[in-house]
């Protein structure tokens, strides 16, 4: 799996981006932890599926703030793309 690697070097970047950023990744693995737990077939296109219906659930519920959805998202798009 290819993973584009980009930088925002030139753009500073806020305390409260960095946070959503790191909130993201934490969520990220949570589900990928899950994921391998429970399915020994584990692949790219089913991590990027459970991703999908983990935001769409921390998006009904708020149960993860905006920003770090947001992060999340953009980081589901870079990892399983």
């Given at each position: 799996?290819?993973?584009?690697?980009?930088?925002?070097?030139?753009?500073p970047t806020s305390f409260e981006a960095l946070s959503a950023k790191l909130e993201a990744m934490e969520l990220l693995l949570q589900q990928i932890t899950l994921v391998l737990e429970c399915?020994?077939?584990?692949?790219?296109?089913?991590l990027h599926h459970w991703s999908g219906i983990c935001i769409d659930r921390m998006l009904s519920t708020g149960s993860?703030?905006?920003?770090?959805?947001a992060?999340?998202?953009?980081?589901?798009?870079r990892v399983t793309a």
């Open positions: 799996m290819k993973t584009p690697h980009t930088s925002n070097e030139s753009q399915e020994p077939r584990f692949t790219a296109e089913k993860a703030a905006p920003q770090t959805v992060a999340l998202q953009e980081l589901r798009k």
